[in-house]
């Protein structure tokens, strides 16, 4: 056997190794749900979008600040982009919308553009909406002002 299908197969089975040590902790429920994989389940419904609590806070400064307000039949396609009939720089004097960030009118080089970069272009890749959809495991997520004793 030539050495890289001894490589290949050792990394198949360590991953297999993994996969089955994860399944076995079943520490984090399945999306899909208790039934088993192969059988069908009806797929739950939807969360609801949580509207009514204003801007929130962010948890760490670079953190993109979670939207809230519905977006529900916000287009965002190459041609159209809903948000930014609020959100851009032009339009939040009359919308009352905060400007998308500095950070979005620079390219990848860190030049500044007159309107937002393409990388930025698709908001919800990075920004998004709060449900009242329960977490799946307890979070343990700790803010960095409380571990430096610094807390408000
Ligand atoms: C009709 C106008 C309007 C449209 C369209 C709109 N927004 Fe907003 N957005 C607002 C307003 C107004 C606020 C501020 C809400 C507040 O102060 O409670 C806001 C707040 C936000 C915030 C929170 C900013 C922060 O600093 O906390 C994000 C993120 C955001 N919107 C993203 C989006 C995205 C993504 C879309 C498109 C899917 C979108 N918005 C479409 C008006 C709009
Ligand atoms: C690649 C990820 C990414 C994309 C795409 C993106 N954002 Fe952001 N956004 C962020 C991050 C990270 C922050 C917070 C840090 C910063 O200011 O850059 C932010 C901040 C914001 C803020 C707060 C600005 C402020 O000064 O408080 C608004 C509003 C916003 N984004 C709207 C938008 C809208 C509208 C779009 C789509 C046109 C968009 N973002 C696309 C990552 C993204």
Redesign the pocket.
Known sequence: MRAWTIALALALSATLAVASALAQRGDAPRLTGSQPLPSSSPAPSLAEPVTDVGRQM?NY?????VIPHDIEGYQLTLQT?A??TC?KRQYVERSG????????FQDRDGQMLAD?AP?????T???VQQTDAQPLVENLFVDMLELSGSAN
């Open positions: 962010r400064p670079e953190q993109p600040p982009n948000c930014m959100h919308a905060p400007m998308i960030s500095i950070t979005h937002v990388r930025r272009y698709f908001c890749q990075c920004h």
